[in-house]
């Protein structure tokens, strides 16, 4: 669309521009003045420049919890991306089953991230959950609170059974876009199946796939209440995320200096990444409006 | 007349469907055919089986549930509905959960409808920038900023109050709006716009009287959205409050007592919390996968 330069527009923007930085830069800024200070009380504090920051980027705890989030968070996206796309190709297209399987599909984005670790809970207990109980019948000694592996196995299936759908939705409205002469055209050609999806349905995905992928990623580095409530972070610390790790150190130990440099090391290594994916979406627009479609 | 067209004679058009059936019979044998519907099957299975479970132990006595392994309550009882229904603090913990919702959406949704128009009509100094700015607030963890909004909202007298969690809850839900709405936006052709100009309509009356019904499916999307995120968001939350406007999620902790988890009732305030995700995704059925591609299919 051939958009008009107008500054004007700036006052259409103005009532969100005052809302949203009254809740971003205003406690941003809290965070960026704790980070380069060493506060006692209200009246006294130290400048300390970037000591707070040498000392977190060097703290093995939370390289260790870096690290563990980078691997939950490709875990999670190359098991839940091929998944979605798979349920979107045999999510049924019309009649009451689409509107059925479209409402259960999405109900697990929809209940909210504490009561999710509670459901999990319930369901794996060996005592009182199906899944628990039936996975000691079969003979397998699974308790999520002992084993690291199990633990982490339990965390990436709820996460996966969480946010799939996410995937899985946004696949299928990427499909719904494709027009039948599409199919007919391959049709005629006797093409198979693998090749309608290679070179008819994944280019039409591509653009949904990234705002999923970028979504996915998102969400994922920031997970807390799910494994807090369903592992509470361990067998140990085995399953602490960054986001369980930082609310600790900011809410339970108050250590103001180290947990404000902490949070913006965590804020811009997210911005980071978006910021890779977000420049991907940009350009494909680009190029998608140059070849005129 | 008829015999001097030229026509296929029968033989030769049976063998050909013949043909063509076998065929057709080769190519997608009967247990293909039942595969995508299989695979279905089992995905919704697993979507279902641990709410199932979530469910059938809401409505088991706390005797049944620790008394041993049942697949279904045999013995059925409403108590911990009741329990939740006439408990102040239970069903308070809905009613402020709905409450900051509903603010939310309702100051989202204000803001964002101009935004996202200037966003997808207009180039502005600074566009660009801006809308990365925003898009960056939708990834700031909530966890970063937990600290200084709990300073903020405290100092400002706002600290357990309905409104606190609803404007928390902007930080990522008016970016959000701003994105979706921008995307259905962009599908409504300029020319309307200007047509509407030249017949004389003012800016409000066009944008209202007009604009805003032609994507009104794309706000009941981007509602539907405000609803979601607002709804399953609790950190913030709970972080937020103490006993005034305390969410659902910070009673549910209530329920792991000194003598163990009241496992029965945990159950069915969970069952409580997903109904009104269900009530809500039921309006906007048609359009919710063109939502969760942020309106850009």
Redesign the interface.
């Given at each position: 669309?051939?958009?008009?330069?107008?500054?004007?527009?700036?006052w259409?923007?103005l009532?969100?521009?005052v809302?949203?930085a009254?809740?971003?830069i205003?406690?941003?800024m809290?965070?960026v003045n704790?980070s380069v200070q060493d506060v006692f009380d209200a009246n006294t504090r130290f400048f300390t420049g970037t000591e707070w920051f040498a000392q977190m980027l060097n703290d093995p705890t939370l390289q260790a919890a870096l690290l563990r989030q980078f691997a939950f968070s490709m875990t999670v996206l190359a098991i839940e991306v091929p998944l979605g796309i798979?349920?979107a190709?045999?999510?049924?297209k019309k009649g009451w089953q689409a509107?059925v399987?479209?409402?259960?599909?999405?109900?697990?984005?929809?209940?909210?991230?504490?009561?999710v670790g509670?459901?999990?809970q319930?369901?794996t207990r060996g005592?009182?959950?199906?899944?628990g109980?039936g996975l000691r019948e079969l003979g397998y000694g699974y308790n999520i609170t002992r084993s690291t592996v199990d633990a982490w196995g339990t965390i990436i299936l709820m996460d996966v059974?969480h946010w799939t759908?996410?995937i899985a939705?946004?696949c299928?409205?990427?499909l719904?876009?494709i027009p039948e002469a599409y199919y007919q055209a391959a049709r005629i050609d006797r093409a198979s199946k693998w090749s309608v999806f290679r070179y008819i349905q994944l280019p039409k995905l591509t653009?949904?796939l990234v705002?999923g992928v970028l979504l996915r990623f998102?969400h994922s580095?920031?997970i807390?209440?799910e494994p807090f409530v369903l592992t509470g972070g361990g067998p140990g610390s085995s399953t602490t995320f960054?986001?369980?790790s930082?609310?600790t150190m900011?809410?339970g130990q108050q250590d103001?200096g180290p947990?404000?440099a902490f949070?913006?090391i965590?804020?811009l290594i997210?911005?980071l990444v978006?910021?890779v994916f977000?420049t991907a979406i940009m350009n494909m627009q680009k190029e998608k409006q140059e070849e005129g479609i | 007349m008829t015999d001097s067209m030229p026509h296929t004679p029968t033989a030769v058009r049976q063998r050909a469907a013949a043909a063509d059936a076998s065929r057709r019979r080769k190519s997608r044998s009967a247990p293909l055919r039942w595969r995508?519907?299989m695979?279905?099957g089992l995905?919704?299975l697993?979507?279902?089986?641990?709410?199932y479970?979530?469910l059938n132990?809401s409505f088991q006595s706390n005797t049944e549930?620790?008394g041993g392994?049942t697949?279904w309550p045999k013995d059925f009882t409403f108590e911990h509905y009741g329990k939740i229904f006439t408990t102040s603090t239970w069903y308070m913990g809905y009613l402020n959960s709905i409450a900051y919702v509903v603010m939310n959406m309702f100051?989202s949704i204000?803001?964002?409808l101009?935004?996202a128009?200037?966003?997808?009509?207009?180039?502005?100094?600074g566009?660009k920038h801006?809308f990365?700015w925003?898009?960056?607030?939708?990834?700031?963890?909530?966890?970063?900023?937990?600290?200084?909004?709990f300073?903020?909202y405290y100092t400002v007298g706002l600290f357990d109050t309905h409104i606190a969690v609803a404007?928390?809850h902007?930080?990522f839900n008016?970016?959000l709006a701003?994105w979706i709405l921008e995307g259905f936006m962009?599908g409504v052709p300029?020319e309307i716009d200007e047509t509407a100009f030249i017949d004389g309509y003012s800016f409000p009356k066009f944008f209202i009287k007009i604009f805003i019904p032609m994507i009104s499916s794309g706000i009941g999307v981007t509602l539907f959205f405000l609803f979601?995120f607002s709804?399953?968001?609790?950190?913030l939350a709970s972080?937020l409050t103490s006993t005034g406007a305390q969410p659902?999620?910070s009673v549910?902790t209530s329920t792991s007592t000194a003598s163990g988890i009241d496992?029965g009732t945990?159950?069915a305030a969970?069952v409580l919390?997903?109904l009104p995700?269900?009530l809500?995704?039921?309006f906007v059925?048609?359009h919710?996968?063109?939502g969760?591609?942020?309106g850009?299919?």
């Open positions: 669309m051939n958009k008009v330069y107008d500054n004007k527009a700036w259409l923007i009532p969100m521009l809302l949203v009254f809740s971003a205003i406690p941003l809290t965070v704790y798979g349920i190709l045999i999510m049924p509107s399987v479209l409402i259960l599909v999405t109900l697990p984005l929809l209940i909210p991230w504490n009561v509670s459901i999990w319930i369901f005592d009182i959950g199906l899944m109980w059974w759908p996410l939705l946004l299928y409205s990427g719904r876009s653009n949904v705002i998102m580095f920031m807390y209440a960054l986001s369980q930082l609310t900011a809410i103001l947990s404000a949070s913006l965590y804020f997210i911005l978006s910021w977000y | 995508p519907k695979l279905m995905y919704l697993f979507v279902l089986l641990p709410i479970w979530l132990m549930i620790l392994l697949l100051i204000l803001v964002a101009p935004a128009y200037a966003f997808s009509r207009y180039k502005f100094i566009d801006l990365f925003l898009l960056t607030n939708l990834m700031a963890p909530p966890a970063v900023f937990l600290l200084p909004y300073q903020l404007l928390a902007c930080l008016i970016p701003i962009s300029k979601m709804w399953v968001e609790l950190l972080t659902i999620a549910m496992w945990l159950a969970g919390t997903i995700g269900i809500v995704v039921y059925r048609n919710i996968a063109k969760f591609a942020l850009r299919t």
